[in-house]
């Protein structure tokens, strides 16, 4: 879809832009990946009228998770590949329509592949914080980076990006 062609593009074109095209109208979009990191998440979100949708694409980075009210968490899409490393790429699109207060949690693997004496924090983990913080988008994204700073004993030892994207309740 879209969001596989962006990546694969980005992919291509090293720590350049790339643009997207959409039918009906132009639509560009601009994404940045340096080529040391070699991994890429994309999400777009879409509204049209009242309702929302969502697109998740990912090239080497965990799964995103779909964190809906009275729902357990759920990771959406398929691993990609690393970007870069192969000739052939393989990416995948998510497509997903969202309700009121739904919230999609992007992250990189420094949460889950953090470590204290031997033990990772984990997707387990990751996912019952992420549930039990179910306020505001912000407030999850800096709820959980407290809690893996904490696990780590408030040194990260590698990097950490959180990014949640909820739909207004009302």
Same mark, same amino acid.
């Given at each position: 879809g879209d969001s596989a062609r962006a990546a694969e593009a980005i992919a291509r074109e090293g720590h350049s832009r790339a643009h997207l095209g959409h039918e009906g109208g132009l639509v560009e979009r601009d994404a940045m990946v340096y080529q040391a990191a070699r991994r890429? =998440? @994309? @999400?777009?979100?879409?509204r049209s009228g009242e309702a929302?949708?969502?697109?998740?694409c990912s090239g080497g980075h965990p799964p995103a998770f779909l964190l809906r009210?009275?729902?357990a968490a759920r990771p959406l899409g398929q691993p990609g590949s690393l970007l870069?490393?192969?000739?052939?790429i393989e990416l995948h699109d998510a497509e997903i329509a969202l309700d009121r207060g739904d919230t999609v949690l992007l992250y990189t693997d420094g949460v889950p592949e953090a470590r204290r004496s031997g033990q990772f924090y984990g997707e387990a983990r990751l996912?019952?914080?992420a549930e039990?913080?179910?306020g505001r988008a912000a407030g999850?994204?800096?709820t959980l980076l407290a809690d893996v700073l904490a696990f780590q004993g408030g040194h990260a030892r590698d990097?950490? =990006?959180i990014v949640a994207v909820r739909v207004p309740r009302t």
């Open positions: 890429i =998440a @994309l @999400l777009r979100l879409r929302w949708s969502a697109t998740v009210l009275e729902e870069g490393v192969m000739d052939q996912v019952q914080v039990e913080s179910m999850l994204a800096e990097d950490i =990006a």
